[in-house]
């Protein structure tokens, strides 16, 4: 972009930098702040401003900044059921995306049982800048939880209304350049669930369920529920499928294995992968050190069923 002959070459954030121009003695600059935020913004304008004025020749500097719309996805992450290991599946899958060079950002909506923090070993509080709430960072992607606002062991005791204000504070947030937010959101098909879908219409839904028959019955009205408002289910996962013996090597199948893909099958909604019930899953996810962030069969799983994710997003729904 700059030439030799430039006397503007040497100015800082040259990738950002659309224009440079000097006439007259006025230096002329446009720079493009997108992803930033405003406090980030109005420091890159100061930082051109001041450089411009040490050049040889410049006496005035103008500096304008521009940024383009973040398009943001933001894809649900539901289960009709607790316990299916859904918050557990939502960290690694957003770390997988990330790895796979998504900018990404985590929501945990799970009101009353916040466990993000947890999973990604990481319990600072967010900040606030410009009325919004600054996500924290944690194996390369962005996320918010209220176990991030709350004394750990205090129980949120909240009505409906209140949780679904949470959940638009998360929402709203300054998620900076992240272009997909997963949602953890709490089991069931109530008021967060609707909320989300009426405030922030999500580009798709993805259902964590484990194979046996009394969770898929809730995993059917979980589906059942997005469908009846028109948010497109971009498949279902099947977690704590098949466990491994560790002394013996031989496979079991404690809660059945291939339900939820029969099922997904029969309702005509993508089958996005298998998980096992795994110790390594446990333990890891326990020390806030995600299995998807490391090597191995339990990172390339997720990264697996990352990729069907990101596919499902790409195909146009009819």
Request: net charge negative; aromatic share 2%; glycine share 10%.
């Amino acid at each position: 972009m700059a030439h030799p002959v430039d006397p503007l070459v040497d100015l800082p954030h040259d990738q950002r930098i659309r224009s440079r121009k000097l006439a007259g003695g006025v230096a002329t600059i446009i720079a493009d702040a997108t992803g930033l935020s405003k406090a980030d913004s109005q420091a890159l304008e100061a930082e051109l401003k001041s450089a411009a004025l040490t050049i040889p020749g410049v006496e005035e500097a103008r500096v304008a900044i521009t940024a383009a719309q973040i398009h943001r996805t933001l894809v649900a992450i539901g289960s009709g059921k607790g316990g299916v290991g859904k918050s557990t599946v939502t960290a690694n899958l957003a770390v997988a995306l990330a790895r796979a060079g998504k900018k990404v950002g985590l929501i945990d909506a799970d009101v009353y049982g916040p466990s993000q923090p947890t999973l990604l070993g990481k319990h600072d509080k967010p900040e606030g800048r410009d009325e919004k709430l600054v996500p924290v960072e944690a194996h390369g992607i962005k996320f918010l939880s209220l176990g991030q606002l709350v004394s750990p062991g205090h129980a949120l005791a909240w009505r409906g209304p209140m949780a679904t204000g949470a959940l638009a504070n998360l929402v709203e947030a300054d998620w900076g350049d992240a272009e997909l937010l997963l949602v953890d959101l709490p089991p069931g098909t109530g008021d967060v669930q609707l909320s989300l879908i009426q405030r922030s219409r999500p580009a798709g839904a993805v259902i964590v369920s484990t194979p046996q028959d009394l969770s898929l019955i809730d995993a059917r009205r979980a589906v059942d529920l997005f469908n009846k408002t028109s948010v497109p289910v971009l498949g279902i996962i099947e977690n704590m499928a098949t466990y491994t013996c560790p002394h013996c090597g031989e496979p079991s199948h404690p809660f059945g294995t291939g339900g939820a893909e029969a099922a997904a099958k029969e309702m005509g909604v993508p089958f996005l992968g298998r998980l096992p019930l795994s110790l390594n899953i446990r333990e890891q996810s326990d020390a806030g050190q995600p299995p998807a962030a490391g090597e191995g069969a339990e990172a390339e799983a997720f990264a697996a069923i990352a990729s069907r994710l990101l596919e499902a997003l790409e195909t146009p729904v009819h």
